[in-house]
């Protein structure tokens, strides 16, 4: 393959890439404004200045959107890669202690959720009244489960971690107070900042589960 073929190939993909970055961003937006029912993806590829047929070819469905949207918004990412490859959760499960582990782990998750935390509600009641939607992410296997789960199960290995308590308790924990829901009710709803629920969870989180 010559030079201009490589060139020719690379501009491609780099175009392809960027049509994909304008329906999820476009998608985002109208999901979170209207509602994933009341959208369209006729209305989503006006919004991204796209021919509906382009996002047939490039995610199959609707509901495929939307995974891709959750999942690349979690990711933080253009292309979602899996839960132990991503940075801040490598630094995680490498800690030395218990309570290093769980300061990272909030300080990462704080920056997963003020990213994800605007599409909780409008997954949850997209789910509501879409069994396809709800089948995404069946019961245990909400977006972001996986993280705490894979977190638990280094935490209770390391030195500070309080005796008896199992990798299932911890992981259900961690779910319930780094929870996009929890994020919403005391950073939205309540009017704390970010930095405010970074350090009340890092602080229950020891006392629950530090020795």
Same mark, same amino acid.
């Given at each position: ?36 029912? #009341? @959208?369209?993806?006729? /209305? =989503? +590829? ?9 996002? &047939?070819? %490039? ?67 997209? #789910? @509501?009244?879409?069994? /396809? =939607? +709800? ?9 972001? &489960?996986? %993280? ?64």
């Amino acid at each position: 393959m010559g030079v201009v073929d490589v060139k020719r190939v690379n501009k491609r993909a780099e175009k392809a890439g960027e049509t994909r970055r304008r329906i999820i961003d476009a998608a985002r937006d109208l999901f979170i404004e209207r509602g994933y029912g #009341a @959208t369209p993806l006729q /209305d =989503v +590829a006006d919004r991204a200045g796209v021919a509906v047929q382009t996002i &047939y070819f %490039v995610f199959g469905n609707k509901r495929t959107l939307l995974k891709e949207l959750v999942d690349v918004t979690i990711a933080g990412d253009d292309e979602p890669i899996a839960t132990t490859e991503w940075p801040w959760f490598r630094e995680v499960v490498a800690a030395e202690t218990a309570d290093a582990q769980l300061r990272a782990h909030v300080r990462g998750t704080r920056a997963v959720l003020e990213r994800v935390a605007p599409l909780v509600r409008m997954v949850d009641t997209a #789910a @509501t009244t879409d069994a /396809d =939607v +709800a089948a995404l992410w069946p019961e245990g296997e909400r977006p972001g &489960y996986e %993280v705490h789960d894979a977190a638990a199960k280094a935490l209770v290995t390391k030195p500070g971690i309080a005796p008896g308590v199992t990798a299932e308790r911890v992981a259900d924990i961690l779910f319930a107070l780094l929870s996009g829901e929890m994020f919403l009710l005391l950073v939205d709803v309540r009017g704390w900042s970010p930095e405010e629920w970074e350090r009340w969870t890092l602080d229950t989180l020891r006392a629950q589960l530090c020795a």
